[in-house]
Every structure is written in C-alpha cells, then in structure tokens.
C-alpha cells in the first residue's frame, strides 16, 4: 500500500510542495490512504453498527491526507497475483479524510483503474479543488479518475480542478 507514501489508520500525511514520483505498489503508486473502516467493521459484519464519523472519533484512525501543493507523478499501482490490485496510480483514497487542495497528479499508471486517482467505495470522498489531473493512464477504467463503485468527489464550483488529457484503454 502506497510505493511513495502509505497513511493507515491514524496516521496524517500532509503534501505541501515537493515531489512524489517513481514508485510502485498494489494500491496507490504514489499514495495510499487506508482508514481501515470498511476492512474491520464490514468484514466482521458490523456494517451498520457504527457510522464512519463515530468510527473517526472513537478511534482516532483518520487516515488523513492533505495535499496542498507539490506532484505526485510518474508512479504506477501495479496489478500481481492478485486480480483488485493495480488501482489508484497516483494516489488511493480509502479514508474519508482525504483533501487536494493544490497540486498536480501526472502522468501516473494503473494496471487497471483510476491512473490518477482512485477512490474507493461509499462512505469515502475526496474533497478537490485548485488540483490538476493530467496524463494519466489506466488499463481497465478511469485513465485520469475511477471511483468505485459508488466513492465520491467533492470539487468545488470556483478554483476547482482541470481532468485533462488522461486515457483508460477499456472506459473513462
């Protein structure tokens, strides 16, 4: 989980300026976010049982990421053994305390989805805006952004985000 970064559970990530480029993982290239909500509470069958809000302040486990300026380019998620591998080549968003505020995700590579982006499923979204998302590519779905099934993105309306020029060989 993530080639560059890897934030779990309650770990804090804040990008300011720099670069994040060249590496290789599974989920997130470049970075991954990883709260551990859907993993512990759904797997257990507790779906329900605690919201993702309560889950956040009762177990201090944001797995939050901010990045407000900087790259995160050249970075692949790389597809192995295992078939949901491979997503999220920039940047991997399974926590609900993920923010672009500034920046740039280029020319970043997944073996299946979400070149630049990938945010994973419901309850997750990834607040956006200022941020440029170019170049990227992916092999199944989403070359510039994937969301899946049902994750979401918030860009705001003023200053908000440029998905250009990115390609998926199969849709997106």
């Given at each position: ?22 590496n290789?993982a ?34 201090n ?8 300026g ?53 309850p ?5 805006s ?10 199944l779905?989403?070359?510039g ?16 985000a ?11």
């Amino acid at each position: 989980m993530g080639g560059g970064v890897g934030v779990v559970t309650c770990g804090s990530f804040y990008f300011e300026g720099g670069t994040i480029s060249g590496n290789t993982a599974p989920y997130g290239g470049g970075v991954a976010t990883f709260d551990m909500y859907k993993s512990i509470v759904e797997a257990a069958g507790a779906t329900g049982s605690i919201s993702i809000e309560a889950w956040g302040e009762r177990y201090n486990v944001p797995a939050r990421f901010e990045m407000s300026g900087g790259a995160i380019t050249g970075n692949h998620a790389k597809q192995a053994d295992d078939t949901s591998a491979g997503c999220g080549g920039g940047l991997y968003v399974a926590s609900n305390t993920c923010s672009i505020t500034g920046g740039d995700i280029s020319n970043n590579a997944a073996d299946r989805q979400g070149g630049g982006i990938y945010v994973s499923s419901t309850p997750y979204v990834l607040q956006m805006s200022n941020a440029l998302v170019t170049g990227n590519t992916a092999t199944l779905l989403g070359g510039g952004m994937w969301l899946c099934p049902t994750g979401d993105v918030e860009v705001a309306v003023t200053n908000g985000a440029a998905i250009t020029g990115n390609e998926a060989v199969a849709d997106g």
